[in-house]
């Protein structure tokens, strides 16, 4: 019998959600295992063999072997082998990998946004902690959270812009988005695609909706909102409301320490 594909993946992750929600749409059963950066990344170097490069998640694995490294491979992996509606539509590769690419972007601006005031949350860093961490364990790394801080903004480069050119590519990315909607529903066709998921989740480092599934807390919500863009784009955040309400079935997912 073949064993049911582990998932390792960050909570509040906007790329872990784009996979998340790829496998819960085409029922693609998985177990959830979170990652705890630093301390994780020397067993998941050693699960995938690679020793040298940087390491990210979400990662799917089966049996103790790689079957995707990123949530775009993950979201393919679910309409092989899962069912239900296509989010992959033939005819729309060359926007599906233009609106993901965007996401990417956007995703990577929203990440050092949420960093550069983490710095000076103190309650936001021990949230993002707990979020990882099991209760007992959270306490004692407490005084190591701003180190984390500091090691995610060296790992992804997030002092290579400051916080205005962050923001400013991050407006554009809306501003195409905005165009691409023009009123429609969907940014591709008539229909949900990977398109609208990939978009609706880079949304969230906006400003973070209140999807059950995601465990915000209070200050994890302050430090994931940007005042300025969300004020200024209302109407794409209550069009990702809306995609949510509409089309993300999370499954009760148990997520468990890796």
Same mark, same amino acid.
């Given at each position: 019998?073949?064993?049911?594909?582990?998932?390792?993946?960050?909570?509040?992750?906007?790329?872990?959600?784009?996979?998340?929600?790829?496998?819960?749409?085409?029922?693609?059963?998985?177990?959830?295992?979170?990652?705890?950066?630093?301390?994780?990344?020397?067993?998941?170097?050693?699960?995938?063999?690679?020793?040298?490069?940087?390491?990210?998640?979400?990662?799917?694995?089966?049996?103790?072997?790689?079957?995707?490294?990123?949530?775009?491979?993950?979201?393919?992996?679910?309409?092989?082998?899962?069912?239900?509606?296509?989010?992959?539509?033939?005819?729309?590769?060359?926007?599906?990998?233009?609106?993901?690419?965007?996401?990417?972007?956007?995703?990577?601006?929203? $990440?050092?946004?949420?960093?550069? *005031?983490?710095?000076?949350?103190?309650? &936001?860093?021990?949230? =993002? +902690?707990?979020? /990882?961490? %099991?209760?007992?364990?959270?306490?004692?790394?407490?005084?190591?959270?701003?180190?984390?801080?500091?090691?995610?903004?060296?790992?992804?480069?997030?002092?290579?812009?400051?916080?205005?050119?962050?923001?400013?590519?991050?407006?554009?990315?809306?501003?195409?988005?905005?165009?691409?909607?023009?009123?429609? $529903?969907?940014?591709?066709?008539? *229909?949900?695609?990977?398109?609208?998921? &990939?978009?609706?989740? =880079? +949304?969230?480092? /906006?400003? %973070?909706?209140?999807?059950?599934?995601?465990?915000?807390?209070?200050?994890?919500?302050?430090?994931?909102?940007?005042?300025?863009?969300?004020?200024?784009?209302?109407?794409?955040?209550?069009?990702?409301?809306?995609?949510?309400?509409?089309?993300?079935?999370?499954?009760?997912?148990?997520?468990?320490?890796?």
């Amino acid at each position: 019998m073949r064993a049911t594909p582990t998932l390792i993946a960050l909570p509040l992750s906007p790329w872990s959600e784009k996979a998340r929600w790829a496998l819960d749409h085409h029922e693609v059963p998985y177990v959830e295992k979170v990652y705890l950066p630093m301390l994780g990344a020397p067993l998941l170097r050693w699960r995938l063999r690679r020793l040298r490069g940087r390491v990210t998640v979400p990662i799917l694995l089966d049996g103790g072997h790689t079957i995707c490294l990123d949530s775009f491979d993950i979201a393919r992996y679910a309409e092989r082998t899962g069912h239900g509606e296509p989010l992959f539509r033939r005819g729309q590769e060359a926007e599906i990998a233009h609106w993901n690419r965007l996401s990417d972007q956007a995703m990577h601006a929203t $990440r050092a946004l949420a960093t550069f *005031r983490m710095e000076d949350d103190r309650a &936001a860093r021990q949230e =993002a +902690l707990a979020a /990882v961490m %099991p209760r007992g364990l959270a306490g004692v790394f407490r005084p190591a959270a701003i180190v984390a801080v500091r090691f995610l903004q060296r790992k992804y480069h997030v002092a290579d812009a400051d916080e205005t050119a962050h923001r400013a590519r991050l407006r554009d990315i809306m501003l195409e988005l905005r165009q691409a909607l023009s009123g429609r $529903r969907y940014v591709v066709g008539g *229909r949900l695609s990977y398109c609208d998921i &990939a978009m609706a989740a =880079a +949304l969230m480092g /906006v400003q %973070p909706n209140d999807a059950p599934h995601l465990p915000w807390g209070p200050a994890s919500r302050r430090s994931s909102t940007d005042l300025e863009l969300a004020g200024e784009f209302t109407d794409l955040l209550g069009w990702r409301d809306h995609i949510y309400a509409q089309h993300r079935k999370a499954r009760d997912a148990t997520r468990l320490l890796d």
